[in-house]
């Protein structure tokens, strides 16, 4: 077959871009033991949690009784940057008082993309990942997306590399 002959699989206007993107859900790479504790929690030992557990973030929950009820998010900057950067005594408030709400999360079934999107909408590095009952199932992070991507990448690269080596051993 000369170049003439070859035609395209589909034309340009045939392909859905979109549809390219890998579906990818957040479910595959959120990290499922996430650290809750009640609105009540001092700041003390909510940084004691985070060190404990060596995360960067705390989910928040109505009280231990209800861990369905989702307050917020606080983070360790939270803890800098509205309690030791403001000189507040760490025993006066509790992490009710520092929780950014309403809380924002995203369903297990949203794709990756969409997720970082989320996140860059929103200005925050991390979501807590909920289902369909608004049950809390994960947490995904910015650095649980740059993994994936550059698992991704790698996984390219290798594929890219296999193919020049099959291609110029069989010019041998």
Known sequence: MNQDDARPIADDEDVDHASLEA??????????????TPRDTSIRDAAALMRKY??????????DDDESDLVGVVTDRD???????QNVSIDALSVGDIVQAPIETIDETTDI?????CMAELGVRRLPVVDSEFYLRGIITL?????WFAESMD???????NEIWHESRARR
């Not at 803890?79 to 950067?85: G, I, K, N, R, W």
């Not at 993309?113 to 999107?117: F, G, L, R, S």
């Not at 650095?143 to 993994?147: G, P, Q, S, V």
């Open 79 to 85: 803890l800098v940057v509205e309690v030791l950067a």
């Open 54 to 63: 060596h995360v960067g973030s705390l989910v928040i929950v109505e009280s």
């Open 23 to 36: 579906q990818v859900e957040v479910a595959r790479f959120c990290e499922k033991d996430v650290i809750t």
């Open 113 to 117: 993309w969409e997720a970082m999107e």
């Open 155 to 161: 996984r390219m690269r290798t594929l890219v590399a």
């Open 143 to 147: 650095d649980d997306i740059l993994e």
